[in-house]
Nanobody, 121 residues
Framework: VQLQAFGGGLVQAGGSLRLSCAAS????????MGWFRQAPGKEREFVSA???????YYADFVKGRFTISRDNAKNTVYLQMSSLKPEDTAVYYC????????????????WGQGTQVTVSS
């Protein structure tokens, strides 16, 4: 099972990026998928999750700015990030499948390698 996250990069504050997470080796269409991030010197934190039914969950600090979605036919989950702030700078990880408390990293079995997002002021 592999999760590959990509789409990160350098963007100015107020800009947008779309992250993608492609899953292979297993069909994740019946499972929840999540995004987490980790900034230098900080612990990994929950960003967003989406169930197989399409129910979505967001951390308070991204509500209204980030949108999670999925394309089950492509086994891919997306994170559309808008109105980016310098404090959004972090390595973003996708994870799945999720079960239980989607806000917890321990709810997920597999993790992607991470993609760096850097927001300049």
């Amino acid at each position: 099972v592999q999760l590959q996250a990509f789409g990160g990069g350098l963007v100015q504050a107020g800009g947008s990026l779309r992250l993608s997470c492609a899953a292979s080796g297993r069909t994740f269409s019946r499972y929840a998928m999540g995004w987490f991030r980790q900034a230098p010197g900080k612990e990994r934190e929950f960003v967003s999750a989406i169930t197989w039914r399409g129910n979505t969950y967001y951390a308070d600090f991204v509500k209204g700015r980030f949108t999670i979605s999925r394309d089950n036919a492509k086994n891919t989950v997306y994170l559309q990030m808008s109105s980016l702030k310098p404090e959004d700078t972090a390595v973003y990880y996708c994870a799945g499948p999720g079960a239980g408390n989607y806000y917890s990293q321990y709810a997920y079995d597999y993790w992607g390698q991470g993609t760096q997002v850097t927001v300049s002021s």
